[in-house]
């Protein structure tokens, strides 16, 4: 294995991958990595500054403009910034969920994040998640697991996260805004969501967030003794 080991999780929107590459990467000690949020903390700049999503040209001329940075806090975990604000919370609206998947589907901005990702395995020990992580980002990756569930499951767990959180939304319009987002995640030509060849397929379905996180640090475990032998 390299000297510092790489898992990759990738899966559709509400999967639970953030919460639960989060859990595993404390049970392991490796420093936990959300590609998502750089999305959306981009698509947020978008939203802000009135840039048209579709205009390519617009978004290119946007990203020199623009300041994202990622840190790792500790206590609270990783925190997300746009130009200097903190804007944890708010990248995880609906609308932003939009915003983030039009814009991670144009090349110049996958290219643009591309080696913030590929440093920080270099790095640390890390767990990241994402759409495209064991395919593009990491191919190399020491491990590499596609983590789904069903649409209704999914649309559930994120409208239970979002209303504990004090959000006004409906579960019709959570359902909904999923179905679109995996649609434009999978037909997107660049970087589409797909599992990488050599990735362990884990579908949570029915679990308990406790059962999914276990499930996953077994098999992340279970690679990890193999590859020591």
Request: hydrophobic content about 40%; charged content about 30%; some cysteine.
């Amino acid at each position: 294995m390299s000297k510092t080991i790489s898992i990759a999780i990738d899966g559709p929107s509400g999967a639970g991958k953030s919460t639960i590459a989060r859990a595993a990467a404390e049970h392991f000690g490796y420093i936990y990595v959300d590609t998502g949020a750089l999305y959306r903390t981009l698509g947020l700049g978008a939203v802000r500054n009135n840039i048209d999503i579709s205009d390519t040209d617009a978004v290119k001329a946007f990203l020199p403009t623009v300041h994202v940075e990622m840190k790792h806090d500790k206590n609270e975990g990783q925190r997300m910034y746009l130009n200097g604000d903190d804007v944890t919370g708010e990248i995880r609206y609906p609308e932003i969920s939009q915003a983030a998947s039009k814009i991670s589907a144009i090349p110049c901005v996958r290219e643009h994040l591309l080696q913030m990702q590929r440093d920080m395995a270099e790095k640390y020990d890390v767990i990241m998640d994402g759409r495209d992580i064991g395919t593009v980002v990491l191919p190399d990756a020491d491990i590499k697991i596609f983590l789904t569930a069903s649409l209704d499951d999914r649309a559930k767990r994120r409208f239970d996260e979002l209303v504990a959180k004090g959000m006004d939304v409906t579960y019709p319009g959570i359902y909904e805004d999923m179905k679109k987002r995996d649609e434009q995640d999978s037909s997107r030509a660049v970087a589409p969501l797909k599992p990488a060849e050599d990735a362990v397929l884990v579908d949570t379905s029915g679990n308990t967030l406790q059962e999914s996180i276990d499930l996953i640090c077994g098999v992340i475990n279970n690679a990890l003794e193999k590859a020591r032998g």
